[in-house]
């Protein structure tokens, strides 16, 4: 079996949890890592050398990418500076890149990310995390697939607190909207938190300063009939921070920390089956067996870009008064 060179952009936090779904891989090698930080590389280097005991670290991932012939980039760097890797990632040759949420902050990069892999027949998986956990693949492709709650009719998910905007937490939020809709979004209306009447396109700061970004209210609805409803505040709120509700014609279900699902005359805590990892970590290995089996992977960047265009609808949404938009988005 081939053995993969994998580099790392963006050694911080995020990179370690992205490294950790490597571990116990035999065909894959960590190789090297990029930071502009070289207090982070260290670090980096000192929690994974006994593991991987050649890392080569770098400042620069132009460089990194030209020296180190790589197989497989994962990019943790701030949310507006996602393109540039990627594309170069996959413009020398890398067969496979795990890019943090949201693709991006602007149509024009995901754009151009999403033709720089298609080009060069790469994979490109993003991090909407509830795709890699056993939960959320468990209600999606076994209880509504397999039609236990009948035909899904609406689901509504709400989200609150300083991280809820919708180009950080809230990216997660639209995204598990798209997952369980099974459908590309036909139009959406929004309007955005108070205080952020005239905010028409993206102005934060890479995700380090919540207040620069707006949580939002909004619907959208999907080509296949499903509808989805929008909630979200920065503000904290009685209820849980995180709550789903998928409505179908004969049952439904609540996910809260664990999930339920609502019969006529039961109610059913719902128990997937173990995974051995999920989350982040499994994100990253299912992009290395994507690779192994020549198959998609689990967030493909073309689903990732209808939370994109679901983002810029909802403000393209409140600049006009709360119209209804449609996706995809005109490109300028």
């Known amino acids: 079996m081939i053995k993969y060179r994998v580099g790392v952009i963006g050694a911080g936090g995020i990179g370690n949890r992205h490294v950790s779904g490597l571990v116990d891989l035999d065909h894959v090698e960590l190789v090297s890592v990029c930071d502009i930080s070289e207090e982070t590389l260290n670090e980096f280097k000192e929690k994974w050398g006994s593991t991987w005991s050649n890392i080569s670290l770098y400042t620069n991932y132009t460089k990194m990418l030209t020296q180190e012939n790589l197989d497989i980039v994962t990019v943790a760097t701030p949310d507006n500076y996602h393109a540039d890797p990627v594309v170069e990632a996959a413009n020398m040759g890398v067969r496979g890149i795990f890019c943090e949420k949201p693709m991006a902050t602007t149509l024009i990069d995901a754009d151009r990310m999403l033709e720089a892999v298609d080009k060069n027949s790469c994979l490109l998986s993003i991090d909407h995390t509830r795709r890699f956990t056993s939960l959320w693949h468990h209600i999606k492709s076994e209880i509504i697939a397999n039609g236990e709650i009948g035909e899904l009719q609406y689901i509504t998910g709400t989200l609150s ?3 809820a905007s919708i180009f950080r937490n809230g990216t997660h939020l639209i995204d598990a909207l798209c997952y369980l809709a099974d459908s590309a979004p036909d139009w959406v209306f929004a309007e955005l938190e108070t ?9 934060g700061d890479g995700g380090r300063d919540p207040k620069l970004e707006p949580s939002a209210s909004g619907y959208i609805h999907f080509k296949n009939g499903v509808r989805a409803f929008y909630a979200g505040t920065s503000k904290n709120t009685a209820g849980p921070k995180w709550r789903f509700e998928i409505m179908g014609s004969q049952a439904y279900i609540q996910i809260e920390k664990g999930a339920k699902i609502f019969r006529k005359d039961s109610i ?10 999920e989350g982040i970590s499994a994100g990253v290995r299912d992009l290395v067996l994507a690779l192994d089996e020549n198959r998609e992977v689990a967030s493909p960047a073309k689903e990732a870009l209808h939370v994109v265009e679901i983002i810029h609808g909802f403000l393209k949404s409140q600049q006009r008064g709360n119209t209804k938009i449609h996706l995809p988005l005109t490109r300028a």
């Open 195 to 203: 205080g952020y009447e005239n905010y028409t396109e993206y102005r």
């Open 268 to 277: 059913e805590e719902i128990e997937p089956p173990k995974w051995e990892i």
């Open 161 to 163: 607190g300083k991280r």
